[in-house]
Every structure is written in structure tokens, then in C-alpha cells.
């Protein structure tokens, strides 16, 4: 069986305690798990072994987002000191060398992997999430309610018109709202990628609408709509 030509990127599918930072966490598995993309692990792992490459992490958001750039030192930041329904992370804020330990061994190597694996034949990026069906507090759009399918084009991290094609697939094959760069456009790791890759980023709902393996499959058919689009095996 033939692999897509794409590199698919899950940073927000882990749930690990880093074990730097265990003895100084003050969150509950539910909360590490809140914070995080509930239900990618299952969703995405349809795309594991039908894509080019497939890079994601054990490593909770709530940890360190993979997807803030490492000088992001906010509240919600890439060394977070707030999960995003604003609850502390840590008993005390830590120290400059922990946050540098974290930086260091989780997330630079991501993203050298990424920058690694563009040059190797893909076409595409797809950095995939999902997200709350309502926004959280610190989400641009709190309390809203959000479409079943966001595709953010990173403000051109790839092409327009590429973008709008995949929003055309994806509503194919999801019965609700598929939306461009609302409520995201793309973060990180779309945008500091972009240079070597075309890239993307799709969040899904987490509204039960369809099953997490269905959802999966959705998504693994409209990225072959896309692919057909552009002539691509």
C-alpha cells in the first residue's frame, strides 16, 4: 500500500508528567488530560501507517506546547504556568534551568524532526488537533460555540487556494460547519515550518457527533480527496 506524501504532525496527543517537573505539579490526570487534545491519540492513529511520516509526543500540553514558539512565555505559553481553563500548573514557578531541561529534551527535538523530515518527498504538512466544542477561557473565541472542522492555512503557510480545497474535501465528508482560519489560523508549528514545507492545521470538534475512529476515518478520506485534487498519488 502506497503512503500519502504527507507529514502529519499530533503535539497535543500526550498525557505524560514530564519527570523533571512531577515533584512540582499541582494537576490531576483529568486536568492534564482537559488541557490536552482529547482524543487525538485515537482519532489520528488511522494516519500512522498510511502517510509518509507520523511525529507526535507522550508529553502533555500542559507540560510544554509544542506548538508556542520556546521565547512564548505567557500564562498559556510554551513552558505554561496556567492550563487553558486557567488553573495553576505548578506549586511554585520554576526555576530558569528546569524550563531551559524542557526546552531542551522535548521540544527543539520535535521540531528538528519536522525540519528533518520535509525535504523527504511530502507535499504537505497537516498539524492536527482538536479542539473544545465551546471555547475555554483563554481561547479567542470563550464560550462560543466552534465548528465540527477548523482548517487554518497559517496565514500562507501554504497556499490559499490549497487551503480552500481541503475545507471543500473535508465538508464531503463531515455533516456540520468546516471552516477556514476560524476560530484558528494556525500556530507554531505551521508558521515556523512554512519555510520549508507547505503546511496546514486541522482541529476537529470534540462534540460527539461521530466516534473518534469515525472521525479518524473522515479525515484520512478528505486529505485523499485533497491529494486527488492536486493530481497526487
Known amino acids: ?14 498525557l505524560a508528567v514530564p519527570a523533571e517537573v512531577a515533584e512540582m505539579n499541582l494537576l490531576t490526570p483529568a486536568q492534564i488530560a482537559a488541557d490536552g ?17 507520523f511525529v507526535t509526543t ?11 514558539a520556546e521565547d512564548d512565555f505567557g500564562k498559556d505559553g510554551v513552558v505554561k504556568t496556567h492550563t ?20 531542551a529534551r522535548r521540544h527543539r527535538p520535535y521540531h528538528q ?13 497537516v ?11 483563554v481561547g479567542p473565541d470563550s464560550g462560543a460555540s466552534r465548528p465540527e472542522v477548523c482548517i487554518g492555512d497559517g496565514d500562507g503557510a501554504c497556499p490559499r487556494d490549497w487551503a480552500q ?4 474535501c473535508f465538508q464531503r465528508h463531515f455533516t456540520g460547519e468546516v471552516t477556514l482560519n476560524r476560530p484558528f489560523s494556525g500556530g507554531h508549528i505551521v508558521r515556523a515550518h512554512a519555510a520549508e514545507l507547505p503546511w496546514v492545521m486541522i482541529e476537529l470538534s470534540r462534540a460527539p457527533f ?24
Open 210 to 233: 461521530a466516534t473518534d475512529a469515525e472521525k479518524g476515518r473522515r479525515v484520512l478520506a478528505a486529505l485523499r480527496d485533497w491529494l486527488d485534487t492536486r493530481g497526487l498519488p
Open 37 to 53: 487534545d482529547a482524543g487525538a491519540a485515537a482519532i489520528y492513529a488511522v494516519l500512522r501507517d498510511r502517510v509518509a511520516h
Open 1 to 14: 500500500m502506497d503512503r500519502l506524501p504527507l507529514l502529519i504532525s499530533v503535539p497535543h496527543a500526550g
Open 113 to 125: 524532526r519536522l525540519r528533518a523530515l520535509a525535504g523527504s518527498g511530502v507535499v504537505l504538512g
Open 165 to 168: 480545497a481541503l475545507v471543500d
Open 84 to 103: 487553558c481553563w486557567d488553573e495553576p500548573v505548578y506549586r511554585t514557578p520554576l526555576p530558569a534551568a528546569t524550563v531551559e531541561t524542557l526546552l
Open 58 to 68: 507522550d508529553t502533555a500540553r500542559a507540560f510544554v506546547d509544542l506548538n508556542r
Open 127 to 137: 498539524d492536527c488537533h482538536t479542539m473544545a466544542a465551546a471555547g475555554p477561557p
